[in-house]
């Protein structure tokens, strides 16, 4: 391998964006799909958002990342970010703001961060399903243990309203759930 590959760039640079196609989503009719080509090469910030950013769909194969932001997925190639599920081009914009500051933002800790090259796979129902009491009390407002970590996942819900979850017994299991969602929380 070329060792110049290897080097990492001083300086991380996204400059600018432009939404090149607005569709209706595959997934759902009632939003959008959008591309967006990006003025520079994000690339290198791909193995650091991997190593702390719990949300995060890793496939190095590809060289992509995946969000999954309420009901968006949205992935990002190194000069290429395609979205689904978007309410229109001021949402993919606030979209494109948000994961442009994020990529900023760790761009600069980037010294104390161990970048993981590793897949990783984003987050699923059950993954957050099998720590969760399985009550299907509705004390949490949802139907059953499985709505409620659905709405985790979309981020309408967050494990602290969980009444069962707060008792003694479920302690490591509510210390599992706040390692795997990234927070600090347990």
Not at 35 to 54: G, K, M, R, T
Not at 146 to 166: H, K, S, Y
Request: proline share 7%; net charge neutral; hydrophobic share 35%.
């Amino acid at each position: 391998m070329n060792t110049e590959q290897c080097q990492e760039p001083e300086e991380f640079r996204w400059t600018s964006y432009t939404i090149t196609h607005v569709l209706d989503c595959i997934a759902d009719p009632r939003k959008n799909r959008i591309i967006v080509e990006l003025s520079d090469d994000i690339s290198a910030v791909f193995p650091y958002l991997n190593a702390v950013c719990p949300y995060i769909s890793f496939n190095p194969g590809a060289n992509a990342v995946t969000v999954r932001r309420g009901e968006r997925l949205l992935t990002f190639y190194p000069r290429t970010a395609i979205f689904a599920k978007v309410e229109g081009v001021e949402d993919a914009i606030a979209q494109l703001e948000w994961f442009r500051d994020l990529c900023l933002k760790t761009w600069e800790r980037r010294q104390t961060i161990t970048p993981s090259y590793q897949p990783k796979s984003m987050l699923g129902p059950l993954d957050i399903y099998r720590l969760l009491p399985g009550t299907n009390c509705k004390r949490c407002g949802e139907a059953t243990c499985m709505a409620f970590a659905v709405a985790i996942l979309q981020g309408r819900r967050t494990p602290e309203e969980c009444p069962p979850l707060t008792e003694q017994s479920f302690q490591e299991a509510r210390r599992r759930l706040a390692e795997l969602l990234g927070s600090s929380a347990g």
